[in-house]
C-alpha cells in the first residue's frame, strides 16, 4: 500500500489550498485516513481526522478553517485549508489505517507535502 499526498505550496495568509492523499495497492478496507503536520523544531500533530463513517475531528488550531473529506471510491482523502496562517506552515502528512489480505490492518503514511504560508 502506497499513500501519494499532493497539494502541497507556497500561499499567501488568508489563502486556500486543498491536499488530497490517494491509497494504491490491493487495499480491502480503510477505517481511520487523517492529515497530520510536522513544523520545523516541533512534534508531528494531528490535523483532522475522519473514520469510514464520516466522523471528523479536528485540533483546535483547525476547526473552522479546515475541512476533511474522503472519498471511498478514490480511496482518496482531503483536506481544505481555509483561512491559512503563517502558523500553519508545516509538512503536512496523510495517514491510513488500511487493510489488506496479506498483513491485515496496518498503519501506512504518505510522504509529506510542503505547505508555506508567507506574504
Known amino acids: 500500500v502506497q499513500l501519494q499526498a499532493s497539494g502541497g505550496g507556497l500561499v499567501q495568509p488568508g489563502g486556500s489550498l486543498r491536499l488530497s492523499c490517494a491509497a494504491s495497492?490491493?487495499?480491502?478496507?480503510?477505517?481511520?485516513m487523517a492529515w497530520y503536520r510536522q513544523a520545523p523544531g516541533k512534534q508531528r500533530e494531528l490535523v483532522a481526522s475522519?473514520?469510514?463513517?464520516?466522523?471528523?475531528n479536528y485540533t483546535e488550531s483547525a476547526k473552522g478553517r479546515f475541512t476533511i473529506s474522503r472519498d471511498d471510491a478514490k480511496s482518496t482523502v482531503y483536506l481544505q485549508m481555509n483561512s491559512l496562517k503563517p502558523e500553519d506552515t508545516a509538512v503536512y502528512y496523510c495517514?491510513?489505517?488500511?487493510?489488506?489480505?496479506?498483513?491485515?490492518?496496518?498503519?501506512?503514511w504518505g510522504q509529506g507535502t510542503q505547505v508555506t504560508v508567507s506574504s
Open positions: 495497492g490491493t487495499i480491502f478496507a480503510i477505517d481511520v
Open positions: 495517514n491510513a489505517d488500511v487493510l489488506t489480505k496479506a498483513l491485515g490492518w496496518m498503519d501506512y
Open positions: 475522519i473514520t469510514n463513517g464520516g466522523r471528523t
